[in-house]
Nanobody, 118 residues
Framework: QVQLVESGGGLVQPGGSLRLSCAAS????????IRWYRQAPGKQRELVAA???????NYADSVKGRFTISRDNAKNTVYLQMNSLKPEDTAVYYC????????????WGQGTQVTISS
């Protein structure tokens, strides 16, 4: 297993930017898949972005061209750079990591709140 700690959330105006970090308790070199999810009040949790151990990325249509996921194996950290933020991006953002040998749910962080408002 791996423990994950998200940070970087906050309150920004529409059009602004934030960079979220997901720090892992151990090396992420062998973690096959790391994903960012978000959950807005009254809505289901949705996948925002994903990155594989090989560096392949995938994004929800709603964030394509605005969000970028990246990983720094040396720092055991995954980032989510969020630009051109919109009010509908407001949610709690969660990091999830999955590797062979973990259960199907993998490991989750505690989440970080992102609020986009003027």
């Amino acid at each position: 297993q791996v423990q994950l700690v998200e940070s970087g959330g906050g309150l920004v105006q529409p059009g602004g930017s934030l960079r979220l970090s997901c720090a892992a308790s151990r090396s992420i070199f062998s973690i096959n898949l790391i994903r960012w999810y978000r959950q807005a009040p009254g809505k289901q949790r949705e996948l925002v972005a994903a990155i594989t151990s090989g560096g392949s990325t995938n994004y929800a249509d709603s964030v394509k061209g605005r969000f970028t996921i990246s990983r720094d194996n040396a720092k055991n950290t995954v980032y989510l750079q969020m630009n051109s933020l919109k009010p509908e991006d407001t949610a709690v953002y969660y990091c999830n990591a999955w590797a062979l040998g973990m259960g199907p749910e993998g490991s989750w962080g505690q989440g970080t709140q992102v609020t986009i408002s003027s």
